[in-house]
């Protein structure tokens, strides 16, 4: 919304009269600063100390997804009926299969938990994810004509930037001359490091 005259965006909510929001009691919501605070700025200063630490990476980059993580189970066919599992495709049932995987000697099918589809009892709320992609737009926005890659929570330009926030922190993967072949594969010249499928 804050560019949507520069770029000629127009945003509509869709008004059908069906549910589109998550709605939440104010009793039941905690800042998510109580939560996670300290343990930010633990590893946040131990990053800017320790620039290619690969564990403090993933530790920082994983929150998201381990505190929204799915109550899943993997089971065979076989397991499904021994255990007389109530299993279906909606929500009506137990278990509702979520995805099915062939590993040519066995089958699994992964199954959703319907009753407790989590499995903590938390949820962020849909804005953080956007305040963190409006934080990335930013980044891009500081030098748009140089933007080579926009990945997650990374930009690359085809020169060296400068900022002022000291939380943007340079990291070794993506910082440097690159050598591009696609957004998914490239070779930093200056660190060495390539992605897995780079050739």
Same mark, same amino acid.
């Given at each position: ?5 520069? #770029?000629?965006?127009? +945003?509509?909510? +869709? ?18 600063? !109580? +939560? ?25 980059? !994983?929150?998201? *997804? ?9 089971? %065979?066919?076989?397991? +499904?009926?021994?255990?007389?599992? =109530?299993?279906?495709? !909606?929500?009506?049932?137990? &278990?509702?299969? *979520? ?8 089958? #699994? #099918? ?10 903590? =009892? ?15 737009? !930013? ?12 990945? %997650?929570?990374?930009? *690359?330009? %085809? ?26 594969? &490239? ?10 499928? #780079?050739?």
């Amino acid at each position: 919304m804050k560019h949507a005259e520069d #770029y000629d965006v127009n +945003i509509e909510l +869709i008004r059908d009269g069906k549910p589109n929001a998550y709605i939440y009691d104010e009793d039941d919501m905690v800042s998510l600063k !109580s +939560i996670t605070n300290e343990w930010f700025n633990n590893l946040t200063n131990l990053r800017k100390k320790l620039k290619d630490n690969r564990l403090l990476k993933h530790l920082i980059s !994983s929150c998201w *997804s381990h505190m929204a993580q799915v109550n899943v189970v993997n089971k %065979t066919w076989e397991e +499904i009926e021994k255990e007389n599992l =109530n299993v279906g495709n !909606s929500d009506e049932y137990d &278990y509702k299969i *979520s995805k099915y995987m062939d590993y040519g000697d066995r089958e #699994y #099918y992964e199954l959703l938990n319907t009753k407790s589809p989590y499995k903590h =009892n938390t949820r962020l709320k849909p804005w953080i994810t956007a305040l963190a992609r409006n934080l990335t737009a !930013s980044i891009v926005l500081h030098d748009p004509k140089r933007v080579v890659r926009v990945q %997650t929570d990374s930009v *690359s330009f %085809t020169r060296e930037q400068e900022f002022d926030d000291p939380n943007l922190v340079p990291e070794e993967k993506t910082t440097g001359r690159i050598q591009w072949k696609n957004v998914n594969s &490239y070779h930093n010249l200056t660190t060495g490091y390539k992605t897995k499928n #780079y050739n």
